[in-house]
């Protein structure tokens, strides 16, 4: 639910070969995505247009979401599959509101207390004012943390590992491109924003262009120690040398595949952000 490891993974083979070994997948997404075709059962999910709750993001910060179209097909909310999910393992969940959601949330965390959902019908909420008409700050603490809240890791810089740097000379960084999000799942869909922004792309700077007889619009290959994939360059000087750029919202170009499955020892998070690789400008481009 509201994850498509397949794509968002490192490795996708793997994954894809780990979920199919499984006796039973049961996935919920509004589309069928790459996780999704795995399944044996899929339950179709609503989108946010066409349910009712609420977001509320890393500042504190509570927007409502209202319901403007009926769910297509026979989709449900995330909350209606899971109390349907609870009733049918015989551990119900009495809810019959978003309402009565936010209730369980106000007891459970403390600064959501002064919420009322019927303060955002109109308007967000911002939870750092909500209490303003009663004895308090701005800072949502003061001097300690309560037990268990905002714990500090220390975190050391652990060089990459048997990677043979003069072969694979680039730094590649992945992440979300100006007109898609995410691993494509949902943006990658839309006429519109691939109007804007049609294929996959590599970001490298003009130096390390020019040593590697580059231009914008050739067609390059990628490859690391797990795998290769091929896409159009942009110069950009917006790069700095060494450093690489692409985009992981295209599902035709999955862009993990080119990442080891190194697993983070603490946190237990795959390396997702950066590899490293070597180019090859392919000739004859169009």
Do not use: W
């Not at 790459?34 to 349910?51: G, Q």
């Not at 943390?145 to 590992?161: I, K």
């Amino acid at each position: 639910m509201g994850e498509n490891p397949v794509a968002s993974f490192p490795q996708p083979e793997l994954v894809r070969e780990a979920l199919s070994s499984l006796g039973c997948l049961v996935v919920s997404d509004v589309f069928l995505s790459e996780t999704a075709r795995l399944a044996s059962v899929v339950l179709p999910a609503a989108s946010f247009a066409e349910k009712d709750g609420t977001f509320t993001n890393f500042e504190g910060r509570v927007q409502r979401v209202r319901k403007a179209i009926e769910p297509a097909g026979e989709s449900l909310p995330d909350s209606e599959i899971v109390m349907r999910l609870a009733g049918k393992m015989d551990l119900p969940i009495a809810y019959s509101s978003p309402q009565q959601v936010m209730e369980e949330i106000k007891e459970l965390v403390p600064f959501y207390r002064y919420f009322e959902y019927t303060n955002v019908d109109t308007l967000s909420l911002d939870l750092n004012e909500a209490g303003s008409n009663t004895p308090g700050t701005r800072r949502l603490y003061k001097g300690l943390f309560p037990d268990g809240f905002g714990r500090f890791t220390p975190v050391e810089y652990t060089p990459p590992q048997g990677i043979n740097m003069g072969k694979y000379p680039f730094m590649l960084m992945a992440g979300s491109g100006q007109y898609q999000f995410g691993d494509g799942s949902r943006s990658s869909r839309s006429a519109r924003l691939k109007q804007f922004s049609p294929e996959a792309f590599l970001e490298i700077n003009p130096a390390d262009a020019s040593e590697n007889d580059i231009g914008s619009g050739d067609r390059v290959t990628i490859i690391s120690a797990q795998g290769e994939l091929s896409a159009r360059a942009r110069v950009m000087d917006t790069l700095p040398r060494g450093l690489l750029f692409m985009p992981i919202s295209y599902p035709a170009h999955p862009v993990y595949g080119l990442f080891s499955p190194i697993i983070d020892r603490r946190t237990g998070a795959p390396t997702l952000k950066t590899c490293y690789v070597m180019l090859q400008r392919i000739t004859g481009n169009d």
